[in-house]
């Protein structure tokens, strides 16, 4: 049931799961029908994963930049190894884009502090806070996956669609 037709041609069935995962691992829970929540979460458990088991390869370079006097100074910057930029090109071809969206009563500079230097705030998220996250987890445990849960609704109203609730644990 994890890979059904949906009712739709591939490209709309395709762009659907994008948008509807893209909005799961933003905002940590949707609520859709049963069937579209099955593949929803299939789906999000093979990013988590690939996330997960790519988050810790990071490279440190050094590198000389110039200060506010003009002065080169010697820093080392991290930067992706090599497995964890195929991922991150991997998750970014599937994802959509989501950017950040300033908070009621935020001011403008306060936003601009906030996201400074930050191009792709979902993947960062999902890099930054779930892997770790769930890489614990698994070895606290001792197992992968089971990133999300499936709770069922009951029917819908109107069309009698089971109704259900995606939700990272």
């Known amino acids: 049931m994890a ?4 009712g739709r041609p591939s490209k709309e069935r395709t762009a659907l799961l994008r948008g509807q995962v893209t909005d799961l691992l933003w905002n940590g829970r949707i609520e859709t029908t049963l069937a579209k929540a099955k593949s929803v979460r ?3 458990e093979k990013i988590l994963t690939l996330a997960i088991n790519s988050y810790e390869d990071i490279v440190k370079v050094p ?5 506010d006097k003009g002065v080169k100074v010697k820093t080392t910057v991290s930067n ?3 497995k964890k930029l195929q991922a991150r090109r991997q998750i970014m071809a599937y994802l959509y884009d989501k950017q950040e969206q300033r908070k009621p009563k935020e001011s403008v500079e306060a936003f601009a502090t ?3 230097g930050i191009n792709h ?8 806070v779930y892997a ?3 890489a614990g987890r698994a070895k606290e445990v001792g197992q992968g996956g089971g990133y999300t849960r499936v709770i069922k609704l009951g029917q819908r109203r109107g069309d009698a669609a089971e109704m259900a609730i995606v ?3």
């Open 80 to 82: 992706d190894g090599p």
């Open 63 to 67: 590198k000389q930049i110039k200060d």
């Open 121 to 128: 705030p979902l993947l960062e998220k999902i890099f930054n």
């Open 167 to 169: 939700e990272l644990i």
């Open 42 to 44: 299939s789906k999000a």
């Open 132 to 134: 770790p996250k769930y």
């Open 3 to 6: 890979n059904e037709k949906l």
């Open 114 to 116: 906030r996201t400074a």
